[in-house]
């Protein structure tokens, strides 16, 4: 029989890290439109437009990312040994989209479409 009052925190934990990295997923995403929007308003031009990511920011924000990575990683083990499917399920999930956005922010980083700034 599974105990309610040990899942219910992991349902929780699970849950936050989910929002974590969706929400940390925001800036890549405002970024990666702003990317697009100057690659399509400049095509062609002998000067076309560059966003600017900072390299210190950068660090930081993956930083950040490995933090939820790492917590989302102890919570999918520990619902693991739980049996909670849902907490393993939204932890899975919040490992994926972490992953996904340091490999776009990084990504993105690398492209022509970026000008590092100090």
């Not at 702003?34 to 031009?45: C, D, T």
């Amino acid at each position: 029989m599974q105990n309610l009052a040990t899942e219910k925190p992991l349902h929780i934990a699970s849950l936050a890290t989910l929002v974590a990295a969706v929400a940390l997923s925001v800036p890549v995403v405002e970024r990666l439109m702003a990317a697009s929007w100057q690659w399509y308003k400049f095509a062609g031009y002998s000067n076309d437009g560059h966003i600017s990511l900072g390299l210190s920011t950068g660090l930081y924000f993956s930083a950040l990312l490995a933090a939820v990575f790492g917590f989302a990683l102890l919570v999918h083990r520990l619902a693991k040994r739980r049996a909670a499917t849902r907490a393993v399920a939204w932890s899975l999930w919040a490992m994926y989209v972490a992953v996904a956005v340091l490999a776009a922010y990084w990504l993105l980083g690398m492209s022509g479409l970026n000008a590092w700034r100090a």
